[in-house]
């Protein structure tokens, strides 16, 4: 019997006329109102109406699909769930249940863990799987063997596109998706994982002066972990920067929360206070980082 692999995103609506229902479903059943619709509805229209995150994922459980077929011939079946547009996690959950399968491997496409997002894809994947199927969740993945050294090469390629005589003036900053704070009360170590992940990228790729920051807060009035990138981005004016390097290292794909909230908003912000930002490029399907998901998934399942 082969292993299952059920790889978990978040999804995406595939057109305009699905941001409502989309919105809804993340609001756990609760419609948006007309002026949060408006907001997420603007954002999409910013860049083209939809986000490419559809594909990017659909690439990327092909590309790991494919990887692990040249490590480990017919020893794998993977599949693709969805945590809130179809198809839905819990509909691939079913089918390998269904199809007899005894052991399944879950992994989410962000390489930091925590208690309010990744654990909650395992948590419904486990449920659905139910209590014949063994089911081994996959937790941070950041230091998985080759994936800093992805990332420290894409921050070294941003920093060739900006003069060395200006890189004493250069800060890099990685940034995450936000949580709310009350996530710190839950002892949870997300905010930790980013930190590490920044300092062990920046030490391979050899930068001295970098930072970490949050983005793409939610809309809610609870406080979300900071500082904001676009104040991060004001403050490094401030304090005498003249280039920033963007480095999304909690995002793994092109898709709304880098276009738009790293290429619009934080663009617009760096032109405002006369900074040069510059971000490196998404990993998206490349085939090293296939091979590093890869072999995450074989040491999980113990191959």
């Known amino acids: 019997m082969k292993t299952g692999v059920l790889v978990m995103a978040h999804g995406t609506p595939s057109s305009p006329e699905g941001i409502e229902p989309f919105y ?5 059943g609760s419609p948006p109102t007309p002026e949060l619709l408006a907001d997420l509805t603007r954002r999409y229209l910013a860049i083209g109406g939809t986000s490419p995150l559809t594909e990017c994922t659909a690439a990327q459980v092909a590309g790991i ?4 077929e040249v490590d480990a011939p017919a ?3 993977v599949r693709y769930g969805s945590k809130f547009e179809p198809p839905l996690l819990e509909e691939a959950a079913h089918s390998f249940r269904d199809d007899g399968f005894t052991k399944v491997v879950g992994i989410v496409l962000a390489p930091h863990s925590s208690s309010m997002s990744t654990e909650q894809y395992m948590s419904r994947a486990r449920t659905s799987l139910g209590d014949a199927v063994e089911f081994i969740a996959v937790g941070a993945w950041y ?4 994936f800093l050294n992805l990332i420290a090469k894409r921050v070294n390629d941003a920093l060739a ?3 060395a005589s200006r890189h004493a003036t250069t800060e890099v ?6 949580l709310p704070e009350k996530v710190v009360e839950l002892s949870d170590t997300y905010p930790e994982q980013l930190k590490e992940s920044a300092v062990l990228a920046a030490e391979i ?9 949050w983005q793409s807060a939610g809309r809610t009035t609870d406080p979300w972990l900071g500082p904001d990138i676009l104040k991060a981005l004001r403050d490094k004016h401030a304090e005498g920067f003249t280039d920033v390097v963007s480095c999304p290292i909690g995002f793994v794909s092109d898709h709304l929360e880098v276009l738009f909230d790293i290429d619009i908003e934080a663009q617009s912000v760096a032109r405002e206070v006369g900074l040069n930002l ?3 490029a998404s990993l998206n399907d490349d085939s090293a980082f296939m091979s590093v998901l890869a072999g995450v998934i074989r040491t999980a399942d113990g191959t």
Request: charged content about 20%.
């Open 278 to 280: 510059v971000r490196t």
């Open 205 to 213: 790729a050899g930068v001295r002066s970098f930072d970490v920051a």
């Open 143 to 146: 230091d998985a063997p080759g």
């Open 65 to 68: 699909a494919a990887a692990l």
């Open 24 to 28: 809804t479903r993340i609001r756990r």
């Open 173 to 178: 900053i990685f940034s995450a998706h936000s």
């Open 75 to 77: 020893a794998f079946d």
């Open 161 to 163: 596109t900006i003069p």
